[in-house]
């Protein structure tokens, strides 16, 4: 897990504002996701990415937009058109065609 | 897609005894099932997983079982203790054949064990 981060911790939108959030993994892991969290609700899966400058969406994309442009990088940009983005975001990896997905630690966004 | 349905939403029990969450899922081609612990402001950590060709997995106090036919699995806590305290997730994962692998995730058993 410590192979996996996330920044920043906590991150501030105001109305409007397109936000990033960053997500970087030292594991040489080919699978990157973005899921995220809602109090009392399970994780829902945003974007993911098998390889570089690929990425499929998942469940919950509208609003959000994502880039694989190096294989240990896999930011997601929260958009203006995201109405509701207040959650707790996290990111994580997995070797190609292995199940096991680790996580990085969260960035809890919050609206102004 | 996969649904998975978690019960229940929340457990307390008394250090010492055991703990049952059960899951179920609609899509009978789902052949790995995790479970992810949570600890309070903290990344979801696998505890243990099975495979659909599994009945049954144990390590030490936590043990999973599965049951194809029915399609639903649990996960057990034995001689609970205090630090077991968190939410719990199942999830369940389809075939796919590309290189990722899509979790779909319950909607989680916040467990409180009481000293």
């Known amino acids: 897990d410590g192979g996996i981060t996330q920044s920043p911790k906590y991150l501030f939108r105001k109305e409007g504002q397109n936000v990033t959030l960053s997500c970087e993994q030292n594991l040489n892991h080919d699978a990157m996701y973005w899921y995220r969290q809602d109090p009392g609700q399970g994780l829902r899966l945003i974007y993911y990415s098998q390889i570089v400058n690929d990425f499929q969406k998942g469940d919950i994309a509208e609003g959000y937009s994502v880039s694989r442009e190096k294989k240990e990088s896999f930011p997601l940009t929260v958009t203006s058109a995201q109405k509701n983005p207040t959650a707790f975001y996290l990111c994580a990896s997995s070797l190609a065609f292995q199940e096991t997905q680790y996580f990085g630690p969260g960035t809890r966004l919050l609206v102004l | 897609g996969e649904n998975v349905e978690q019960h229940p939403s929340t457990l307390s029990v008394q250090e010492g005894d055991s703990a049952v969450i059960k899951c179920t899922y609609s899509?009978?081609?789902?052949?790995?099932f995790p479970w992810y612990k949570q600890e309070l402001g903290k990344r979801p950590q696998l505890i243990i997983d099975i495979r659909s060709n599994v009945g049954e997995k144990k390590d030490q106090r936590i043990a999973v079982t599965l049951n194809k036919t029915a399609k639903h699995f649990s996960l057990h806590i034995t001689e609970t203790q205090p630090e077991d305290s968190a939410v719990y997730f199942c999830a369940a994962i389809l075939p796919s054949s590309g290189s990722a692998r899509q979790l779909t995730f319950g909607s989680g058993t916040q467990l409180t064990v009481l000293p």
């Open positions: 899509d009978s081609a789902s052949n790995y």
